[in-house]
């Protein structure tokens, strides 16, 4: 292939496996020829990253970038089905132009997967996979408006995690210098474990062990839980005042970030000695230098820094009461084979278009409840992509209602897939935007468009999830005057038949066609006769009908006239449908 472009170039080779030969014709003028497996990226020296120029071909494998050192068998899994760019210590630039030729992202923690990355990637990054638990090294609100997944592995490395705390916490208590330093012992010691998640339990069980007395802060967890391990939960400051030990295992969130700090260091007990194995934002660090040089923290064991890998001329890092570890947290050999397999099989699960169960940012759906709904995420869809074609005049969309109809308690019936795919059907036709199971809920909102969802519970036994779905536009005027229901809003019906969607109202007029194809729609005086007419006029252009449906008021009175076509029929034809006397008004809808 040769690409010829008029102005300086440079030649960057974002997947590993690409081989190039590039001859230069002028200065100013440059081709290559390029011999690669999918898709590579040019840009210019002189422009931001926004003007690189990214060149796909024909590939139907997606493309997978491991940004971060992998297990080898979640490497193999990855590789069994997609292309896979083992590309590591990537500058943010670098990662930047990769992205655009990836369809997931896998990392650990050190690398930053920023608003920019979703904003490189074009639209074509659909999950990030974290093989690790923490995503605070990823901005989720941002995957969340590109309608990217995260996923995490939240289990494989917990009890490498713990085991890391224990280490740091036995090694904190002896010291190099014999003569100088004596240790101190943990047996009858109280330590306060904060955050009582997976981690956190794991080492309050293992202290027990040790045996320390062990309470716990967390104002999530379960006290029940806790009582089970024989762990008290206490309040944030009983936990500060008592504690001769205190371990860290809460997520870096807003609420946590340096939690830790000047005023909570003053309500501990003098000689308290610190493990964090969880993030280093929870502590304020030079609050922490502070605590130490005042001995009110006796001792601090850290794994995890505000800044990876800290700062060599950091007074933290460099102070004598400081044990130290470079985030080996995770890093046992069991943890990354089980992180690598626990990612590689999400990863590879999401874009087959699974829902993955560790979703960070989007509901879980279990996979039963998923293939019992899958018919109704195609009516729902179809109905919005009808609903909206259906709107006129200037009001705009602003509040769309779906209504469930199920002999299903309510318990029983997760409406969130199918939420989504009403507003994936009502957007996509009127915008650019891409709308998934992620991002919906944010589209919408960004929209002004608000969603509402009733249940109407119908008698008779649960054997289908749902009996029928309305969709209903409030408070617009409709091009097809017909489809405005007696409230005087759009309203459609559907319902899924043999596990095909059906539109089944139209307004107040009941209908009986299959969502295919594209539709036509046609009020008419109930009269002998219309049905042959617009059957010849598309016949005489070449339109293949799929069905027809008349559905009437009353014999002789109005009929709505639903006819389902192949191809599209030309203005012309559809200009003869108009042009009959007793069609009163029609329209032509897009599935
Ligand atoms: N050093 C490492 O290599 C390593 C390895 C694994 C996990 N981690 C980190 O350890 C932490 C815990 O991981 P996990 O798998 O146990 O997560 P988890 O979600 O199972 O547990 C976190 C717990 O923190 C609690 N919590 C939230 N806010 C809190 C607050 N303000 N005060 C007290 N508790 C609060 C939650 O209720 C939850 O129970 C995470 O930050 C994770 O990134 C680090
Ligand atoms: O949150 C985690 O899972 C741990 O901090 C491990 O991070 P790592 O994968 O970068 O070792």
Not at 83 to 93: A, F, G, I, K, T
Not at 348 to 372: C, Y
Not at 467 to 490: L, M, P, R, T, Y
Request: net charge negative.
């Amino acid at each position: 292939m040769a690409v010829t472009t008029s102005f300086h170039l440079n030649f960057t080779n974002p997947l590993n496996n690409i081989t190039t030969t590039t001859t230069p014709l002028s200065s100013s003028f440059l081709s290559w020829k390029i011999s690669l497996p999918s898709s590579f990226t040019f840009s210019s020296p002189h422009r931001k990253p926004k003007s690189f120029i990214t060149v796909s071909l024909m590939n139907s494998k997606p493309t997978i970038l491991v940004a971060e050192k992998l297990g080898e068998a979640g490497i193999d899994l990855l590789k069994s089905f997609a292309n896979v760019d083992c590309s590591y210590n990537l500058s943010p630039e670098e990662l930047c132009t990769k992205i655009s030729l990836c369809d997931a992202l896998i990392v650990r923690s050190g690398t930053k997967v920023t608003r920019e990355v979703f904003e490189f990637s074009g639209g074509r990054l659909k999950v990030v996979g974290r093989a690790g638990v923490g995503i605070d090294n990823v901005d989720v609100s941002a995957a969340t408006e590109h309608g990217c997944l995260v996923i995490n592995a939240p289990t494989a490395n917990t009890i490498a995690a713990a085991e890391h705390g224990i280490a740091l916490l036995t090694a904190m208590s002896r010291k190099w210098q014999r003569n100088k330093y004596v240790g101190v012992s943990l047996v009858g010691k109280t330590l306060a474990v904060m955050g009582f998640g997976k981690v956190g339990s794991e080492v309050a069980r293992r202290a027990k062990g040790l045996g320390m007395h062990v309470i716990a802060h967390d104002p999530y967890a379960s006290a029940d839980r806790a009582q089970a391990i024989g762990v008290e939960l206490v309040t944030f400051d009983e936990a500060l005042s008592s504690a001769d030990f205190i371990s860290m295992h809460m997520p870096l969130t807003p609420a946590t970030s340096q939690m830790f700090n000047d005023d909570t260091f003053s309500k501990m007990k003098k000689g308290v000695r610190i493990v964090n194995v969880a993030r280093g934002g929870v502590i304020d660090e030079e609050a922490l230098l502070r605590a130490l040089d005042s001995g009110i923290v006796a001792q601090a064991a850290l794994d995890v820094f505000i800044e990876e890998p800290p700062p060599n001329d950091s007074k933290l890092v460099q102070h004598e009461s400081l044990t130290l570890t470079p985030h080996l947290g995770a890093s046992t050999t069991e943890a990354q084979e089980g992180v690598a397999v626990e990612i590689a099989e999400a990863v590879v699960g999401a874009l087959k278009g699974e829902l993955a169960a560790t979703a960070v940012n989007a509901p879980m759906v279990p996979a039963e409840v998923l293939s019992a709904l899958a018919p109704y995420v195609a009516l729902t869809e179809k109905l919005g992509r009808l609903a909206v074609q259906l709107v006129a005049g200037s009001s705009g969309v602003k509040s769309v209602k779906v209504t469930y109809a199920s002999a299903r308690a309510p318990d029983d019936l997760d409406t969130r897939l199918l939420r989504a795919t009403v507003t994936k059907g009502l957007i996509e036709p009127i915008s650019s935007v891409f709308v998934n199971l992620v991002n919906a809920d944010f589209i919408a909102k960004q929209r002004g468009l608000k969603i509402t969802e009733e249940l109407i519970l119908l008698d008779g036994s649960p054997e289908n999830p749902l009996e029928f779905i309305q969709v209903h536009i409030a408070n617009v005027e409709s091009k097809f005057a017909s489809a405005i229901a007696d409230s005087g809003d759009i309203k459609i019906d559907g319902r899924v038949k043999d596990g095909k969607p059906y539109l089944t109202k139209v307004g107040s007029f009941p209908v009986d066609v299959s969502l295919e194809g594209s539709l036509i729609l046609c009020r008419q005086v109930d009269q002998p006769g219309i049905i042959g007419k617009v059957g010849r006029i598309l016949a005489e252009e070449n339109v293949n009908v799929s069905f027809m449906s008349v559905g009437r008021t009353a014999p002789g009175k109005q009929a709505v006239m639903t006819i389902g076509v192949d191809e599209e029929p030309s203005g012309v034809a559809l200009k003869k449908i108009g042009g009959i006397p007793a069609i009163e008004e029609f329209v032509l809808l897009k599935l």
